[in-house]
């Protein structure tokens, strides 16, 4: 069984495309397209609207005898939602627009009624000038002075936008340097705090040499092979005189450097292990001994 979904057909090698017949269709026939109603308009057998955008199934037909420099024109046949009388209407390239031909009428748009007035207007101004050569010279004058006008106001325009921006280009100069004395002085006060803290610190805080109690434990060590002596820091009033510094020293302290450091310390005589592990010796072995 073939696939269903198959890009690739099988041609045989003796196929002649050129043996196909070609398929021979009217000069002018219809084409079923699917677009939206280019403009609102009103039935005029029953009276329906069919607003602008509504969808329709319509046929397409060129328009035969009929073009715009060249350009070919389009018809369209719709039916009406109502009562499916057909409406035809055509392609108008000169207005860029649609023009309703049979069996509808457009709505009024009063957008499209000022632009062919403006048309009108220009139209008749043009033939004015020619027929008046003073006309035209007024109206040159008119349009001259109109443009002046236009030109001072542009320029008045710019010279306040200008004017504008140097003040709030000065404003922010000023809040800049405003803000740059604000964070100088910040600093300033912060150094300053921190010396005040650090000289502070230095009153309350000092460090001093811890005594040397290497003599009391060992007086034959060798002045070589001594530690250096510890530094530890002792807290006091800030403002007060310095104390004593044996009474800031803790207990321990105090004792170690009271006891003489002449005398060495008394040796423990060295029990007997065979007592401390609960042997004990006969006569005969005492005796011996």
């Known amino acids: ?11 045989p090698p003796d196929f002649d495309p050129s043996l196909i017949p070609r398929r021979r269709q009217p000069k002018n026939s219809q084409q079923v397209v699917r677009l939206m109603a280019p403009f609102s308009m009103r039935c005029n057998t029953c009276g329906e609207y069919i607003y602008k955008g509504k969808k329709f199934n319509a046929r397409k037909e060129t328009v035969e005898g009929e073009d715009y420099f060249g350009i070919k024109i389009f018809r369209f046949y719709i039916k009406c939602t109502l009562c499916s009388a057909e409406i035809t209407f055509k392609t108008d390239p000169k207005n860029t627009d649609y023009a309703a031909e049979h069996g509808a ?18 139209l008749a101004k043009l033939e004015e000038e020619e027929n008046n050569p003073m006309k035209a010279l007024e109206n040159r004058t008119v349009d001259s ?18 004017r504008n921006e140097r003040v709030g280009q000065s404003s922010d100069l000023i809040e800049r340097l405003h803000m740059e004395e604000i964070e100088t002085e910040e600093d300033l006060e912060q150094k300053r705090a921190e010396e005040e803290d650090e000289k502070l610190v230095r009153e309350v805080f000092t460090k001093v040499p811890a005594p040397d109690t290497s003599a009391s434990s060992g007086a034959g060590s060798s002045q070589d092979n001594r530690i250096p002596p510890e530094v530890i820091t002792v807290k006091r009033k800030a403002g007060a005189e310095e104390p004593d510094l044996r ?15 002449g005398a060495p310390p008394a040796k423990r005589k060295k ?7 609960g042997i004990k010796l006969k006569g005969k072995s005492k005796a011996a001994t």
Do not use: C, H, T
């Open 1 to 11: 069984m073939s696939e269903r979904k198959v890009l690739n057909k099988y041609f």
């Open 105 to 122: 009428q457009r709505n009024f748009e009063p957008w499209r009624d000022e632009k062919a007035v403006e048309e009108e207007d220009r």
């Open 145 to 162: 002075k109109r443009e002046m006008d236009i030109l001072d106001a542009l320029q008045d325009i710019r010279a306040r936008n200008a």
């Open 247 to 261: 009474s800031l020293l803790p207990e321990s302290a105090r004792a170690l450097l009271s006891v003489s450091i």
């Open 271 to 277: 029990a007997d292990g065979k007592n401390l592990l």
